[in-house]
């Protein structure tokens, strides 16, 4: 016979649960002594399944694909926020490095002067024979002048590790220099050592000037 409009009408309102409690009790006692119809709510039912089913998949899959979305631009977000951030802060070191750099350098030439050895005194230079540290030290100043400081800290510190090696010029005066050229290297901490066995030795003609520059590079 084959299902009519009515009891098709009444299988859509029984699958969405539309019915009352009686119309229920009603269409399932039809349903148990027919066949046919019983067949035809199975079917129905299942197509209301499979499309609740795949409806609620799309979603799920359309809201997984919102949070992917959501999470990958959050993460690049912050990666990049990182970045930049990383970036600002290695640009603010490299400008601390070079702004201290500049400052040890201008202060090593405010303290720098020319020294003058026993060698250049013409009552007693013409006499004297200069030995091969004493000529070496002369030299590392004149390298610091010329601003060759690199080299001079290699000189000067083979010089004060052998000190009873220099003949008419005092330990200090490698010391004093040494510090300077150290400055001008941007090693601040190898010069302060040195600045400071200045300060205290007394007898050196450049205490004072170490404790001037000691009380600056605080």
Request: glycine letters at 4%; a negative charge.
């Amino acid at each position: 016979m084959g299902i009519n409009i009515e009891q098709d009408q009444q299988i859509d309102r029984y699958i969405k649960g539309q019915m009352s409690v009686s119309e229920i009790a009603e269409f399932e006692t039809l349903i148990a002594n027919d066949s046919e119809l019983s067949e035809e709510v199975e079917l129905q039912t299942a197509i209301a399944k499979a499309i609740y089913k795949k409806n609620m998949l799309n979603v799920v899959n359309g809201n997984k694909n919102k949070v992917i979305k959501h999470t990958f631009t959050r993460k690049t977000i912050v990666q990049i926020t990182s970045l930049a951030a990383a970036a600002c802060f290695a640009g603010i070191l490299l400008f601390s490095h070079f702004y201290q750099l500049h400052t040890y350098n201008q202060l090593s030439d405010n303290y720098f002067t020319v020294y003058q050895s026993v060698y250049d005194m013409p009552s007693r230079g013409e006499a004297l024979v200069m030995n091969s540290s004493d000529s070496l030290l002369i030299n590392s100043i004149t390298l610091i002048k010329n601003g060759n400081s690199e080299k001079a800290v290699a000189q000067l510190t083979t010089i004060i590790t052998k000190p009873n090696a220099l003949q008419y010029i005092e330990i200090d005066v490698a010391q004093w220099y040494l510090a300077l050229a150290q400055l001008k290297e941007g090693n601040k901490k190898e010069a302060v050592k040195l600045i400071e066995q200045l300060k205290l030795n007394k007898e050196s003609e450049f205490a004072l000037k170490a404790e001037n520059l000691l009380g600056e590079l605080e």
